[in-house]
């Protein structure tokens, strides 16, 4: 079988890219191969977490959201093969391809810390990454003692969503009235909570205003969920573990050694740690060694493969230097198209339109967000309108009206139509 244009992945970016393509030419003809049955708005799922929006808002079935002629072929690629110009599917099929659109997303890998698998769902240990219902479970049971939010070594899916969930708990147990007799740790094997200001300043002052501690060059190894006991490497020489805090206490810390500590939890929310999905790791198309390993060599600012200019990748799979996150996707898709359409229209010059653009919707409570939105400079590159109006770096209500209705809008009936 083969197809003018093959797309992996019916996610945020391949649905997006699809659409777009057949708003332009109608006539072309696009497989995208995906094997879920149900297509989610994942952004929504911190909301979700803290018991302000249902999970089933965020489903729909994927049948309704395949672009009216394109091909949607239900099944696993198990290898891509691009010196051939063909993907092979786990039922054994053989897809040949002019062009190829790689965005399968970002794996969960559950097996990246000692005993995660095991204790994932239970004994207080959730995330809004894997089940976020679970955590809104967890939020409502918790009775006071010690919580931890956890951010892992790798890169992740929308680098916030770990603090975020942990603003919006903290927001909750003081209207529950728990708040007073508990511990609340976020712990990162980085250096910084988020690395833009202004936003970062802003966060800071959050941390502050709700006594959050933080803890840096901690990285997470093991989980104990029956004994709810988590250790850590710390990453970093210190003389006192207090060196290596903010608004430190010690939280039952008794083992810390140098380059080890572990802590009891009551609660503990993790982002899992990540990586591109297995196919692509072992296929041509990514980095085979270097920082960037596993993820797929794409030009920065063309999206298009360093190897194999028929190919394109973006979304949560693209080796690029910013943060992975469907607002990135929003800018990354119409370099892609319009690419796409020159190679295959062969005429115009190949784009290097993307910037690096990425946000991030900083919820710091319920009623509350900071809308933080940067480029590859590591710059804010906030909406000139909004800007207009609002000052995104400061929390503000109707950014959160923005993330709770607007943005969900826009996904479904805008962006995932290809008209955002
Ligand atoms: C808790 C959480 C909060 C988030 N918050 C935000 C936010 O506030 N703002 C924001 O912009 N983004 C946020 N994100 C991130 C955002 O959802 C992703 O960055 C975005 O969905 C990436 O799009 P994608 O198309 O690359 O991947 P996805 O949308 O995940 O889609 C990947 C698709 O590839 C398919 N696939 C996987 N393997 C294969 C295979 N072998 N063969 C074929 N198909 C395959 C999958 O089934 C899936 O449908 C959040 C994510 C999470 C989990």
Not at 47 to 65: H, K
Not at 253 to 260: P, R
């Amino acid at each position: 079988m083969k197809h003018q244009i093959v797309i992996i992945g019916a996610g945020t970016a391949g649905i997006t890219v699809a659409a777009q393509l057949l708003l332009k030419d109608k006539n072309l003809d696009i497989a995208i191969i995906d094997p879920a049955s149900k297509h989610y708005y994942q952004p929504a799922w911190t909301l979700v977490g803290a018991g302000t929006y249902n999970f089933e808002s965020t489903e729909r079935s994927m049948s309704s959201l395949i672009p009216k002629g394109a091909k949607w072929i239900q099944e696993y690629v198990e290898d891509v093969l691009p010196d051939e110009n063909a993907v092979v599917l786990k039922d054994g099929a053989r897809i040949e391809y002019d062009y190829l659109v790689a965005c399968p997303g970002i794996q969960i890998d559950l097996d990246g810390i000692d005993g995660l698998k095991e204790t994932m769902g239970k004994n207080g240990v959730c995330s809004n990454y894997v089940d976020p219902n679970y955590t809104w479970q967890v939020l409502q049971e918790f009775k006071g003692g010690t919580a931890i939010f956890t951010q892992p070594a790798t890169p992740i899916k929308c680098g916030g969503a770990p603090q975020k969930i942990m603003y919006l708990a903290d927001d909750y147990w003081r209207k529950k009235g728990v708040r007073n007799d508990s511990d609340i740790l976020f712990i990162t094997p980085g250096s910084v909570i988020f690395g833009v200001e202004p936003f970062a300043s802003t966060l800071m002052k959050v941390v502050d205003r709700k006594g959050l501690q933080l803890r840096f060059f901690h990285k997470i190894t093991k989980i104990d969920g029956e004994n709810k006991r988590v250790f850590f490497d710390i990453v970093q020489p210190f003389e006192k573990i207090s060196h290596l805090c903010y608004n430190y206490r010690d939280v039952d810390e008794s083992d810390v050694v140098q380059g080890h500590a572990s802590m009891k939890f009551d609660m503990l929310h993790l982002a899992p740690p990540q990586s591109a999905p297995d196919f692509i790791k072992r296929s041509k198309l990514a980095f085979h060694d270097g920082p960037s390993k596993g993820w797929i060599n794409v030009n920065h600012f063309s999206l298009q493969h360093n190897d194999y200019p028929n190919v394109f990748a973006l979304g949560d799979a693209a080796a690029l230097p910013t943060a992975k996150t469907g607002a990135a996707v929003r800018k990354q898709a119409p370099v892609v198209v319009e690419n796409l359409l020159h190679l295959i229209e062969k005429q115009g010059a190949i784009s290097e339109g993307y910037q690096g653009y990425s946000s991030c919707p900083l919820v710091t409570g319920y009623g509350k967000m900071v809308l933080a939105e940067f480029n590859y400079a590591g710059e804010r590159d906030s909406d000139p309108l909004i800007s207009k109006f609002f000052d995104t770096s400061k929390e503000l209500y109707p950014m959160w009206i923005l993330k709770k209705y607007g943005l969900p809008y826009l996904y479904w009936n805008l962006m995932l139509r290809g008209k955002a």
